[in-house]
């Protein structure tokens, strides 16, 4: 018999999530029912929107419950199937969970996906054409709709979305892409790998000044990662009119939905601002269009793709806080198996 | 020789605004210079963005200094002109000041504008026709973009604002609209006079309770006047890809322009809403088809109009402040003389 090794959630975290709020089980490989898809886990993802779901709320999704497995992004093949649009040996990317093997449903908000024939790793499909560089097209495209002229900022520069951003912006041609991050080497890193205009250095830099400087006329598009003291003190420095996207709140580690808020807010007032949220469901059926333009651009090597690849299903634990602490840029992906 | 009565900031004030945070003083009629006009005051408008300019940072404008005479939105009739587009006798709307002759550049961000000929009294030119109705309007219609099958809540119902914002919201089709004011009598007025389908007494109610009992699909637009913990609630009241204006801040009295920022904020994301903000600076060039629109309704009935008309200018300081209190329902005017 194989042995379906699992993460479970021991308890919900408070405050950080640590590794220890998970436990190792093992269990049977399910069984599909009608509907269902088994797959076999080859890659997961790691994405700061796992600490919202295992929130007592769960944000845009039902929250994770102590017992059930740690829910994921990730990669798999299909071993069996009663859904008569997989067949087994597809290799599919979607909502998983951190079992060797997964049940999963096709007809959820974000039905599994099937991975594109390409000659760059398959883990790709989890970064920059996953939920990451979707997430970070259509803000980018959508939501902020940056163009010529615009100058724009993203703060959590080297993160899997944030790194991705900047770039978007510049091959739709903004006039200057300026990234915040923490440290003088992912400062470094987001000019000379990402290609940004300039860096902040948000642990080192006064942040009020620095924007002064690189955006003395103010800025149009805001990709907020971050939320807290961050997003207040940009909202002092957007131009009329600007466009702020509401991506995440790392500044938060999403120990709670309830956040701290954005005291200056009244800008949105005051300079006719328009701040809105990105939630990639509602950009479905716009899927294959979004990763069409993000595989030219990368085709081009207008793209600069990063993954920090880590092996080995019994790290998922440990490497779900890296998340929110320093780490290395790019995103953050685990290998599990290769597909057979 | 004639003499010039004026309200002069005595100091800034601090926390609420007050009566004698003002002084008054006598001076010389002022006299034009190259493009000025000069107005002999009529009406004067009141409006909580007033609080806005007394502070240290001014919001949108710049901030009204110690010594200087209080600004506000009036009406007056011009007594001498050194512009060409003005003559004497004209009635005229725009930025006055707390006197009895104001000189007025009429090259500002909202040019001074002349009084159509209309059957309907001319104060209405600072109310549905001036800044509180057109910032509806524009709220209403292009940030929110309301229609039919929206759900709409606005808060401060009895307000200047957002008196007319739900009853233009009712008019471009909406299917529910739902006001928030404090008291059952204003809540009264909000159903029988403004033809609002429900009101919610923020002061007696369960506001989250009767949100869900009245919008139980969520809410589609929020018409914002009031800020802090109600506009924390309205975000978990929001249907996906919702929008709220923010148009005031009530709540906070704007004693300052960093507020209490929306601790539910992330709600943007997870539900994909867009906040916008409304300044009517950038509607300038729409504003003659807005009062039209507005026109037409008030004509056709579908909007009621209400005035608080109080009388005489020493009352000027003494007025301000009650627009932050339990106050009248509809516009606050307070007339000055009568054209000649």
């Given at each position: 018999?194989?042995?379906?090794?699992?993460?479970?959630?021991?308890?919900?975290?408070?405050?950080?999530?640590?590794?220890?709020?998970?436990?190792?089980?093992?269990?049977?490989?399910?069984?599909?029912?009608?509907?269902?898809?088994?797959?076999?886990?080859?890659?997961?993802?790691?994405?700061?929107?796992?600490?919202i779901?295992l929130t007592d709320d769960g944000g845009?999704?039902?929250p994770?419950?102590?017992?059930?497995?740690?829910?994921?992004?990730?990669?798999?093949?299909?071993?069996?199937?009663?859904?008569?649009?997989?067949?087994?040996?597809?290799?599919?990317?979607?909502?998983?969970?951190?079992?060797?093997?997964?049940?999963?449903?096709?007809?959820?908000?974000?039905?599994?996906?099937?991975?594109?024939?390409?000659?760059?790793?398959?883990?790709?499909?989890?970064?920059?054409?996953?939920?990451?560089?979707?997430?970070?097209?259509?803000?980018?495209?959508?939501?902020?709709?940056?163009?010529?002229?615009?100058?724009?900022?993203?703060?959590?520069?080297?993160?899997?979305?944030?790194?991705?951003?900047?770039?978007?912006?510049?091959?739709?041609?903004?006039?200057?892409?300026?990234?915040?991050?923490?440290?003088?080497?992912?400062?470094?890193?987001?000019?000379?790998?990402?290609?940004?205009?300039?860096?902040?250095?948000?642990?080192?830099?006064?942040?009020?000044?620095?924007?002064?400087?690189?955006?003395?006329?103010?800025?149009?598009?805001?990709?907020?990662?971050?939320?807290?003291?961050?997003?207040?003190?940009?909202?002092?420095?957007?131009?009329?009119?600007?466009?702020?996207?509401?991506?995440?709140?790392?500044?938060?580690?999403y120990?709670d939905v309830?956040?701290?808020?954005?005291?200056?807010?009244?800008?949105?007032?005051?300079?006719?601002?328009?701040?809105?949220?990105?939630?990639?469901?509602?950009?479905?059926?716009?899927?294959?269009?979004?990763?069409?333009?993000?595989?030219?651009?990368?085709?081009?090597?207008?793209?600069?793709?990063?993954?920090?690849?880590?092996?080995?299903?019994?790290?998922?634990?440990?490497?779900?806080?890296?998340?929110?602490?320093?780490?290395?840029?790019?995103?953050?992906?685990?290998?599990?198996?290769?597909?057979?």
């Open positions: 018999m194989t042995i379906n090794r699992q993460w479970l959630l021991a308890r919900r975290p408070q405050g950080d999530v640590r590794p220890d709020d998970f436990r190792l089980a093992e269990g049977a490989v399910p069984v599909p029912q009608d509907g269902d898809v088994l797959v076999r886990s080859l890659f997961f993802g790691f994405d700061a929107s796992q600490r779901w845009y999704m039902p994770i419950m102590p017992g059930e497995a740690m829910r994921c992004m990730g990669i798999g093949q299909v071993v069996e199937s009663r859904n008569p649009d997989y067949r087994p040996g597809d290799l599919v990317e979607g909502f998983m969970s951190w079992q060797d093997y997964c049940l999963v449903r096709a007809d959820g908000p974000m039905p599994l996906r099937h991975l594109p024939q390409a000659d760059y790793p398959i883990s790709w499909n989890l970064g920059v054409f996953g939920v990451g560089g979707l997430t970070a097209y259509f803000g980018v495209a959508d939501g902020l709709k940056v163009g010529p002229g615009d100058t724009v900022v993203v703060s959590a520069a080297t993160g899997a979305t944030g790194s991705l951003a900047g770039q978007i912006a510049r091959a739709r041609g903004a006039k200057k892409v300026i990234g915040i991050a923490g440290g003088p080497e992912k400062c470094r890193w987001i000019v000379e790998q990402a290609g940004y205009d300039a860096a902040i250095d948000y642990r080192n830099d006064d942040l009020g000044a620095k924007l002064k400087e690189l955006a003395p006329e103010g800025v149009n598009a805001y990709f907020d990662n971050v939320g807290g003291d961050m997003l207040d003190e940009l909202f002092l420095h957007m131009a009329p009119r600007g466009r702020i996207l509401i991506c995440g709140a790392m500044s938060s580690g120990t309830k956040l701290q808020g954005p005291a200056n807010y009244m800008r949105i007032c005051t300079h006719q601002l328009t701040v809105q949220g990105i939630l990639l469901f509602f950009y479905a059926d716009q899927i294959p269009q979004g990763a069409a333009q993000l595989g030219q651009w990368v085709a081009e090597g207008r793209i600069h793709v990063e993954e920090n690849r880590q092996h080995g299903f019994e790290k998922a634990p440990e490497l779900l806080p890296t998340l929110f602490s320093g780490k290395a840029p790019g995103k953050l992906v685990l290998h599990i198996a290769d597909p057979v």
